[in-house]
């Protein structure tokens, strides 16, 4: 069933984004808004969609397309700082990678945290690979060019085992092309950063054998010295079909970005529209702790260490 919710709303999604696609943007139209997601496949998309839908039915004179984005995060930011989207989904480490950098920073504004996104090491159900170490000389599926999968991979794997992409055999594959070169034989490892659960393992392990790396205390501890935006999280034993242990990993935060020239009026209705239909979301997309009102702040002070400030409309959301 929950599957099937997050089906409907990709469904949805894909059509209102199939109206915009073609064009640039929506610059000159202060009522038409564009949010940058990820591939219909990914977590922003689903969300997005659903906080599109929610807004757009409480919201007067503003409608809002969730728009696909192959590149997902690395792609959001450029579309936002090139005035192409008024709103789009960024991960933390995208974000810090991007100020890091040295490419500007002004123009962007974080709205919230939406959820924690999580990194799922997934290897068969049959594989040698105990660590993420055991990757070296591998073929690993990394996410598309550009994408925050790709960021994500190339962050963790150098912060806690010292490999970059040319210790392994980084495919520039997203979540179900990468899942079904699993499947075929053609990767060791699909690492995915996405909200718990996710629904593409979910049916992955309901048909084969997976299993989900679990990282020791040491390695999750050297990575959050190195990169304090990765911070530990535990996906439970039974979330997918034969992972009955839990799995230690680590979480960093998703982020829905803005622009300092976006309408703040609209804006704060938007985020008024969107954490009052709280319920409706998370009915739609159940992941964890989506849009909860004790996380949408966190990582505001890291993220203005880097240059990336909060947006006025953030005071708009529930304490």
């Not at 192409?84 to 504004?109: H, M, N, P, Q, W």
């Not at 806690?160 to 092309?177: A, C, Q, R, S």
């Amino acid at each position: 069933m929950k599957v099937r919710r997050i089906s409907v709303v990709l469904a949805a999604g894909a059509l209102l984004a199939s109206m915009t696609a073609c064009g640039g943007g929506n610059a000159g139209n202060n009522n038409l808004w564009l949010m940058g997601t990820a591939p219909t496949g990914g977590t922003f998309y689903a969300v997005g969609a659903a906080m599109a839908e929610v807004s757009n039915k409480a919201v007067d004179d503003l409608r809002i397309t969730a728009q696909v984005s192959a590149g997902s995060s690395e792609e959001n930011i450029e579309l936002l700082n090139r005035g192409e989207i008024e709103l789009g989904f960024v991960d933390a480490g995208t974000l810090a990678e991007y100020a890091e950098s040295g490419a500007d920073t002004s123009k962007l504004r974080v709205l919230f945290n939406a959820y924690p996104s999580v990194m799922h090491w997934v290897v068969s159900g049959d594989s040698a690979v105990k660590s993420p170490a055991d990757l070296k000389g591998q073929s690993v599926a990394t996410g598309n060019p550009k994408s925050g999968m790709e960021a994500n991979n190339r962050d963790l794997l150098q912060a806690g085992w010292d490999l970059t992409f040319d210790d392994i055999e980084p495919k520039p594959m997203h979540v179900e092309p990468g899942l079904q070169a699993l499947v075929d034989g053609n990767v060791e490892a699909v690492n995915i950063p996405s909200a718990v659960p996710l629904s593409s393992v979910a049916q992955f392990a309901n048909q084969h054998a997976v299993r989900l790396l679990d990282l020791s205390e040491a390695d999750i501890a050297k990575i959050h010295e190195k990169r304090p935006f990765w911070t530990p999280y535990t996906i439970p034993g039974g979330t997918y079909k034969g992972t009955d242990k839990d799995s230690h990993t680590l979480a960093l935060g998703s982020y829905l970005v803005t622009r300092n020239d976006v309408d703040e009026q609209k804006l704060r209705a938007f985020v008024n529209a969107v954490f009052a239909g709280r319920d409706t979301i998370t009915h739609t997309v159940p992941i964890d702790r989506l849009l909860a009102p004790g996380d949408a702040r966190t990582g505001f002070d890291f993220l203005r260490s880097i240059g990336v400030e909060p947006s006025p409309a953030a005071d708009v959301i529930p304490q």
